[in-house]
Structure formats: C-alpha cells, structure tokens
C-alpha cells in the first residue's frame, strides 16, 4: 500500500473537516502534507496539530501572526507559506500525490488548476474548475494524466454509478450505453413553501437545510437549487454528456445522490446517508472501498423514497443554469459570479432572497449582449468574473 501525502485546500470547511475525519481513520494510508485556510485561522492550528501537517497556506502575514499565536502542537510549527502563490505552489508540490480542492469561489481555480498540470490526483470538491473554467480543467486533466475524482455527492454517485468506473481519467466521449444522467436535488427548504411568501424568507430560513450540514453559502445555493444548475454544468465536463441528457429530479429525502439511465432502460441509483464523509472516502480509497465512518442506511426505517419535477416557477436560478449552460462558457462564468455576489448580498440582508434570481438574470441578459468571449487562459475567466461581480454588486446596491 502506498502513503499518500494529502494537501487539503479549504481545510476549515465542512469539506476539509470531513476529510480530516476520513483521514484520521486511515493513518496507515494517508498523511497530511498541507492545510489551507482564509479565515479560520485559529481552527487551522488546532487541526494542523492534531494531523501533523508539515505545512499551512495562509492568506498574509496577519494571518501567519494569528496561527503563530494559536499554535499549541507538540514540537515545532509547520512550515507557514502566505498568499494566493503559496496556494498554487503548494496544490503542484512534488511531495504531494493528492489535493482534496474544497476552496469556495473562484479562489479555489488557480491551485486547482495547478494540481491538474502538475497530474495529481485531484478529488475535486471546487465547482468552479468546471463552471467557469470547464475546457480548460478537462484539458489540463487530460494533458497530464490527472486522475480525477468527483466529491460532491451527485458527480460522485454518478461516477459509481457509470461503466469502466475503475478508471479516473478524464473523459472526452459520452459514456457507453449511457441514455440519461439524473442529477438528484433535495428541494431544500423552501420546496413546498408558498411562492409568494419566498420574498420575505431571512437567511438563517435559507441556510436551514432539512437534510445536509452545509456552510451558508452552499445551503443558500441550495435553496435556490442554484447549486443543481451548476452541477449540471459540472456533469456536461466531468463525463462528457450533453446538456439534453442531464436531468434533475427533487427527492427530499436525500437519500438517492444520483442516478445512471442507460440505453435498454435499466437505472442504477447510489443510495447511502446524506453525508459528506461516504464521498469523501470513496475519492481517498479509490479504487479501494474504505470505512468512512457514516453509519448503514436502513432502507426499512426509511420507508418510502418519493421523487417530482422541479418547479422553475419556484426555482428560477435552476431555469438560469440551463440558458448559461447552453448559451456557453462566458454565461457560466457570468451565472457562477453574479450567485455568488447575490448571495453575499443576502447573507448580509442587503437584497431579498428573491433578487438573487433577479441579480443574476440582469447579469446575463447583459453578458447575451455582447460578443462572444474566447477563454485561452484563467487570465480570462479570472477577468470576466471580476467584471461580471463588479456589474452585479452595483446592481445589488441599486434594488
């Protein structure tokens, strides 16, 4: 058995903390190389002493201040790198075999980026290497052998679910016999709350998903089911679908994470507990199946499974996802970065819950108006969404 040494990227987030908990089940196969954070400086010197990471990513040198000062691990301090370089140098460090990519936002893609050139084996969990940058990520997968695992729960089940699933490289051609991808959504929690209510919800209503413990953000993207359409543009890359054939179908219960249809009508389904830590494992041990720690699904304590149609009338932002998905790359780019300021906007109660659709419509209306954009490098992404967020925060000023 091989040691692999891991660098978490967004160590401090659900993510990172759920794949510490995996990690520290396994010492006998997996060692901490790196550990990052942004904020949560502090969280990250606890957790660097107990898996005795060799080294930290922090964002300046007040950041490197506040973790010299929270350190209390036996020994001496891990090496402390500082700023967005250090991220990107510490994803394609030689010592390092694999990078769990959790970074939220458009932060998350220069490392993530980098980890794929440099042909690691990337478990990712960042879905802006495939939103905004999509052509780019496959081909830097591709060009240096990468091995690639999918993290979110969908994109995963999905990978367990399709043929030749033994084999993590990048994909270039639709899946054999494959009919239909379903990506599955929970309905978060507002799936049968009045619509004309809808405008008045408060974030913590938003962030209070029935089923999964999630950062803010990612639970209002949820509400919004925002988080589905940039899943399925994650699916059109990660295996080479068409956007005709990638589905979403609202299951509450959470408990199927997604599903394969194939051509002679049969369907396999991933089932487990909706819980981070069963993808987590499976992207870690593979081609392995190792204990994640999650306790079994009882399918006879469950009971039922019930599944419907979205309702774009309540979920306008999934109606979003597919125009941008079929209009292109630029339009996700644009979707990805008007969400997120949107969403800032709501956390801060700046705008209602039902101006984030309206912020990112506006965004993209304006982006159909204008020629067509060429992505050659993350230069460019990185330059539209700078554009896109600097359009839509004055237009969260101006509602």
Same mark, same amino acid.
């Given at each position: 058995?091989?040691?692999?040494?891991?660098?978490?990227?967004?160590?401090?987030?659900?993510?990172?903390?759920?794949?510490?908990?995996?990690?520290?089940?396994?010492?006998?196969?997996?060692?901490?190389?790196?550990?990052?954070?942004?904020?949560?400086?502090?969280?990250?010197?606890?957790?660097?002493?107990?898996?005795?990471?060799?080294?930290?990513?922090?964002?300046?040198?007040?950041?490197?201040?506040?973790?010299?000062?929270?350190?209390?691990?036996?020994?001496?301090?891990?090496?402390?790198?500082?700023?967005?370089?250090?991220?990107?140098?510490?994803?394609?460090?030689?010592?390092?075999?694999?990078?769990?990519?959790?970074?939220?936002?458009?932060?998350?893609?220069?490392?993530?980026?980098?980890?794929?050139?440099?042909?690691?084996?990337?478990?990712?969990?960042?879905?802006?290497?495939?939103?905004?940058?999509?052509?780019?990520?496959?081909?830097?997968?591709?060009?240096?052998?990468?091995?690639?695992?999918?993290?979110?729960?969908?994109?995963?089940?999905?990978?367990?679910?399709?043929?030749?699933?033994?084999?993590?490289?990048?994909?270039?051609?639709?899946?054999?016999?494959?009919?239909?991808?379903?990506?599955?959504?929970?309905?978060?929690?507002?799936?049968?709350?009045?619509?004309?209510?809808?405008?008045?919800?408060?974030?913590?209503?938003?962030?209070?998903?029935?089923?999964?413990?999630?950062?803010?953000?990612?639970?209002?993207?949820?509400?919004?089911?925002?988080?589905?359409?940039?899943?399925?543009?994650?699916?059109?890359?990660?295996?080479?679908?068409?956007?005709?054939?990638?589905?979403?179908?609202?299951?509450?219960?959470?408990?199927?994470?997604?599903?394969?249809?194939?051509?002679?009508?049969?369907?396999?389904?991933?089932?487990?507990?909706?819980?981070?830590?069963?993808?987590?494992?499976?992207?870690?041990?593979?081609?392995?199946?190792?204990?994640?720690?999650?306790?079994?699904?009882? #399918?006879?304590?469950?009971?039922? $499974? &019930?599944? /419907?149609?979205?309702? *774009? %009338?309540?979920?306008? +932002? =999934?109606? @979003?996802?597919?125009?941008?998905?079929?209009?292109?790359?630029?339009?996700?780019?644009?979707?990805?970065?008007?969400?997120?300021?949107?969403?800032?906007?709501?956390?801060?109660?700046?705008?209602?819950?039902?101006?984030?659709?309206?912020?990112?419509?506006?965004?993209?209306?304006?982006?159909?108006?204008?020629?067509?954009?060429?992505?050659?490098? #993350?230069?460019?992404?990185?330059? $539209? &969404?700078? /554009?896109?967020?600097? *359009? %839509?925060?004055?237009? +969260? =000023?101006? @509602?």
């Amino acid at each position: 058995m091989i040691m692999q040494n891991i660098c978490i990227l967004g160590s401090t987030g659900s993510i990172g903390e759920n794949t510490l908990d995996v990690i520290a089940r396994h010492r006998d196969r997996f060692a901490v190389q790196t550990l990052s954070a942004y904020s949560r400086i502090e969280r990250l010197a606890q957790q660097a002493a107990v898996c005795a990471a060799r080294a930290v990513v922090v964002p300046d040198v007040a950041a490197r201040e506040r973790f010299t000062r929270a350190w209390t691990g036996h020994g001496g301090l891990p090496e402390i790198r500082v700023g967005k370089q250090a991220l990107v140098d510490s994803a394609a460090d030689p010592q390092v075999t694999t990078v769990m990519a959790a970074i939220v936002g458009a932060a998350g893609l220069p490392p993530t980026l980098a980890a794929a050139r440099a042909g690691k084996r990337v478990l990712l969990a960042n879905k802006e290497a495939l939103v905004a940058a999509g052509n780019l990520f496959m081909t830097c997968v591709r060009d240096s052998g990468a091995a690639l695992l999918p993290i979110d729960s969908e994109h995963n089940a999905i990978f367990q679910c399709l043929p030749r699933s033994a084999d993590a490289r990048a994909r270039s051609e639709r899946p054999d016999g494959v009919r239909r991808l379903l990506l599955t959504a929970s309905g978060g929690p507002f799936r049968t709350t009045d619509v004309s209510l809808l405008a008045d919800v408060t974030p913590d209503q938003a962030c209070a998903h029935p089923n999964w413990r999630m950062g803010r953000k990612i639970s209002v993207d949820s509400a919004t089911m925002l988080n589905k359409g940039l899943e399925v543009i994650e699916a059109h890359w990660l295996f080479a679908m068409p956007v005709a054939d990638i589905h979403v179908v609202v299951h509450p219960q959470s408990r199927v994470h997604s599903m394969v249809e194939y051509r002679d009508g049969s369907i396999l389904a991933q089932l487990g507990q909706p819980d981070m830590r069963i993808p987590i494992a499976y992207g870690l041990g593979f081609p392995d199946r190792i204990d994640s720690g999650v306790d079994l699904l009882s #399918l006879a304590a469950l009971g039922h $499974l &019930d599944f /419907e149609e979205p309702d *774009f %009338a309540r979920f306008p +932002c =999934l109606k @979003l996802s597919f125009g941008a998905v079929r209009a292109g790359q630029a339009a996700c780019v644009t979707l990805n970065a008007a969400n997120e300021v949107a969403v800032a906007n709501f956390l801060g109660r700046r705008i209602r819950y039902t101006e984030i659709a309206r912020v990112i419509e506006r965004s993209l209306e304006r982006q159909a108006g204008r020629p067509s954009c060429v992505f050659n490098c #993350l230069d460019d992404v990185l330059a $539209l &969404d700078r /554009e896109t967020r600097t *359009f %839509a925060s004055e237009l +969260c =000023l101006a @509602l």
